[in-house]
């Protein structure tokens, strides 16, 4: 959205096209360690994100696997993430200072307000329950809740400031699956 840069409101061309860089060069770090106690079963992972967009993004994934007689087992999990925003990402675009309606320009060479680019922490915790089914099948279901909450921009201008223009978001998942070793 452009908007004029003491109200808040919106102005000019109102609403224009995102522009983003047409490469993007990735890099990515991960490390997994599973440790098996007696009967029980310890899951730790990492994982570090950059990339050429100037997004760092960190994830710790922590699973406990509780085994039973019989093969039945439950594992809950814990699982955060953090990302900074993009160097490009905007919530808003300002008249005259980022936008010019009358000649219908960026003067920043690239914007995107795409919630998937800016900064933001999340959590999930789920369960799962797994089951043997036959001979070497297994049945699970896995219960999570995942809870993103984005990092609110900073320097909005007037009515902008009042608005919830980065909510949170939850969401509630539920997975059924049933595997068989090949």
């Known amino acids: 959205s452009v908007v004029d840069g003491t109200t808040g409101l919106l102005t000019g061309d109102q609403y224009v096209n ?10 990515t770090v991960y490390w997994q360690n599973k440790y098996h106690l007696a009967s029980d079963v310890i899951d730790a992972s990492y994982r570090f994100y950059r990339d050429d967009w100037g997004m760092r993004a960190h994830t710790l994934d922590l699973r406990y696997r509780f085994q039973f007689s019989g093969g039945m ?4 999990q814990w699982r955060y993430s953090r990302q900074n925003a993009a160097s490009f990402s905007r919530g808003w675009l300002v008249e005259g200072q980022d936008w ?15 919630s998937r680019l800016a900064a933001f922490s999340a959590n999930t915790f789920g369960v799962k329950l797994g089951m043997p089914i036959g001979r070497a099948g297994e049945l699970m279901v896995r219960l999570s809740v995942y809870k993103q909450v984005q ?32």
């Open 18 to 27: 995102e522009r983003r860089p047409d490469s993007r060069s990735r890099q």
């Open 73 to 76: 087992h439950i594992e809950p």
């Open 100 to 114: 010019n309606s009358a000649t219908n320009t960026a003067t920043v060479q690239y914007a995107s307000s795409e």
């Open 151 to 182: 990092k609110k921009p900073t320097g909005a201008p007037g009515v902008l400031q009042s608005l919830d223009i980065a909510p949170s978001l939850t969401a509630p998942m539920l997975l059924v699956g049933y595997s068989l070793p090949l």
